[in-house]
């Protein structure tokens, strides 16, 4: 019965994860902007979501562990805003770097897997409110072990989403260059650097304003 039990809570944490991902943010906007301007393929969808779920585990994780030393003054809410920071810094950095090959192309070429795990690191450094409320819980219940696995599976279930959203803007792409003339085609870098240059903007300032 108690396995039973257990099997229910993974699979749930596993559906919330996937759904929570299909919530406003979570960098999806981000996301299509840089697959549209980039040379990015099926292959760094994946490396997309196996780094956001590398990043946020161990984010989800590091934090877990801290507070079992400062469960009663840490503040989850300054956390996640330290992280959003660091996050639009990095954000900034590819929105930056993207359009520096546009206006520069044969100065360098834009090494596509780079990209994808920055923006990766950022998607997952911001933690999520959710899932650390239950390892603070889990902590603060003496059960430490099934918190981290149950963070680790929703951590999956956000990245398995967010994978899924990054290979059908591949496809999506595919699909305007066939409909859209080259020109237009063309500027899709300048644009793409431009939306994330904003993102990262916002993302960095909201939580000082």
Do not use: Q
Not at 111 to 131: R, Y
């Amino acid at each position: 019965m108690v396995i039973f039990v257990e099997l229910i809570y993974t699979i749930t944490a596993f559906i919330l994860g996937m759904l929570h991902a299909l919530e406003p943010g979570h960098g999806k906007s981000v996301v299509a902007a840089y697959i549209l301007g980039t040379k990015a393929n099926i292959k760094d969808a994946f490396l997309l979501g196996v780094t956001i779920t590398l990043s946020h585990t161990i984010v989800i994780f590091l934090l877990g562990f801290l507070s079992i030393y400062l469960l009663e003054t840490l503040n989850v809410n300054v956390v996640h805003d330290i992280m959003s920071i660091i996050g639009g810094i990095i954000l900034i950095a590819v929105g930056v770097w993207i359009v520096r090959h546009y206006f520069h192309p044969h100065e360098h070429e834009v090494d596509t897997k780079k990209g994808v795990i920055a923006l990766g690191l950022s998607a997952g450094l911001v933690p999520c409110p959710a899932a650390l409320a239950v390892l603070l819980l889990s902590i603060s219940s003496g059960k430490l072990i099934d918190g981290l696995m149950y963070v680790a599976v929703f951590s999956i279930g956000l990245a398995v989403s967010l994978t899924g959203l990054a290979v059908a803007f591949v496809k999506s792409k595919e699909l305007i260059k066939k409909y859209v003339g080259s020109r237009e085609v063309s500027k899709l870098p300048l644009i793409s650097g431009c939306i994330i240059i904003l993102i990262g903007l916002y993302t960095a300032f909201h939580p000082i304003i």
